[in-house]
């Protein structure tokens, strides 16, 4: 007996049959005996829908309506998984993020987790062996009592919050793949399924773009030693050997794992903007100049690379952001254009990152030069590069993405047999 946290996503609740398909889940572990809390994401394609309708009723809306908006569609989902459990005979209640409270920074939209009281939902385990049912994504802001949320992506960490809060044994997170692969297994079919990631290499694959966990998740996890457990929704329910490991990976401390690869796995993403600055007076202040406004403007800035000038008069700089903040980091440096002392500025929105993660790196040296020359025989033109102890990332034209990421994936020896 134990406690768990089971987190399903979008499509694993996508159509009233799939929540009973859920329900059935629970009911297993409930039937085995745990305290079960779950927690549930928006219906695929909800969130994106709502998002859509906040942008129609004005592009420049409230951030706080903005939430009140997109927080609806856990709202949803919780209510129906909570009915499909009762209807199974399972006690359940469904419960909003102002309710449990998950109380949360006031970064409308991308709100930070401060703090969960699970002493609520541990004395309903107790007293009634109830289910916790928690709408994901969602908290409140306790000084204004306004509705937050936490980014795109923001169930996964709520549930290991939650799994935290309430001390759980496990945080399982039940998606529509089996688990975290060398890289997406949508574009390479050949990836293969990793049984145990370490929390750092996750951070890194999860930030550079593998989307199957949200990055502050796996912080969480790390910072409170929660064993998340990836795996799918999709098996059914009755086919499971509640005995058996189930297929799936576990991310976990590095000291779990005995034999780690130099190469652990390979994340892209195409959500990338290039913004090169050009003649620059090369003295110092320059970088304070471009990136304090980009700061201000809470502009997530990437790779930066800066030359050495020749003449030590004037230099180039050029840093990638998220694309969805591409026209506003252009608007603040042209602003910024007199303080800065710049002659001109270039930009370019099809490019991509592609990051090569593992812990290996450490200790190995030479594994990014393999990929320069591997890129190179495939004519792939690399645009600025950065490393760090565990991943090197490049940039390079989107059209080649998942050409890279396969040769990429095929060099450090990550198909499937
Ligand atoms: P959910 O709706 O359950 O939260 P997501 O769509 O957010 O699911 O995340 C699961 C998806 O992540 C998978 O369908 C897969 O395409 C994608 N993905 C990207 N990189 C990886 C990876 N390395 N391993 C597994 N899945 C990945
Ligand atoms: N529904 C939210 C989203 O689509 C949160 C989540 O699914 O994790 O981003
Ligand atoms: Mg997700």
């Keep these: ?99 449990i409270p998950i109380q949360t920074s006031d970064a409308h939209a991308s709100a930070r987790i401060l703090g969960i009281d699970g002493a609520e939902l541990i004395k309903r385990f107790k007293e009634r062996k109830e289910v916790a049912v928690v709408a994901g994504f969602q908290g409140i802001h306790e000084a204004t009592g306004r509705i937050t949320t936490l980014g795109r992506g923001g169930s996964d960490t709520s549930a290991v919050a939650i799994a935290a809060a309430i001390h759980a044994d496990r945080c399982d997170i039940y998606t529509d793949v089996d688990g975290v692969y060398t ?16 929390f750092e290499e996750m951070l890194e694959l999860a930030s550079q773009g593998a989307k199957v966990l949200q990055v502050r998740s796996v912080e969480l996890g790390m910072v409170h030693n929660v064993r998340v457990f990836v795996r799918s929704s999709f098996e059914k329910p009755e086919d499971i050997d509640p005995h058996g490991t189930p297929p799936g990976t576990l991310i976990c401390s590095e000291e779990e794992i005995v034999e780690s690869q130099v190469v652990t796995g390979i994340a892209f993403s195409k959500d990338e903007a290039q913004i090169s600055v050009r003649h620059i007076e090369d003295k110092p202040g320059v970088a304070a100049a471009i ?78 030069a393999q990929a320069f020359k591997a890129l190179s025989e495939r004519n792939i033109n690399i645009r600025a590069i950065t490393t760090s102890e565990i991943k090197f990332s490049l940039l390079i034209d989107a059209a080649y993405t998942e050409l890279a990421v396969r040769t990429l994936h095929t060099l450090y020896g990550l198909d499937q047999a």
């Design 1 to 99: 007996m134990g406690r768990l946290v089971m987190k399903f996503g979008g499509t694993s609740v996508a159509n009233i049959e799939r929540i009973h398909n859920v329900a059935r889940h629970v009911k297993r572990e409930v039937d085995a005996g745990h305290d079960v809390a779950v927690v549930v994401s928006a219906m695929s394609g909800k969130t994106n829908e709502l998002v859509a309708w906040a942008s129609a009723a004005s592009p420049m809306h409230d951030a706080r309506e903005y939430d009140a908006v997109v927080a609806s569609g856990e709202q949803i989902t919780s209510g129906l998984l909570a009915i499909a459990l009762q209807s199974l005979g399972v006690q359940a209640r469904s419960w909003q993020g102002w309710q």
């Design 183 to 198: 890289t997406d297994p949508r574009v390479v079919p050949k990836a293969k399924r990793l049984d145990k990631v370490a």
């Design 291 to 368: 990136f304090g406004p980009l700061a201000d403007a809470s502009i997530n800035v990437d790779m930066i690379v800066q030359n050495i000038s020749p003449d030590g008069k004037t230099t180039d700089l050029t840093f990638t952001v998220p694309a969805s903040d591409y026209n506003r980091a252009r608007d603040t440096i042209e602003k910024a254009r007199d303080k800065i002392g710049y002659k001109t500025m270039d930009s370019a929105t099809d490019v991509a990152k592609v990051s090569v993660i593992g812990i290996g790196m450490r200790s190995h040296a030479g594994v990014a």
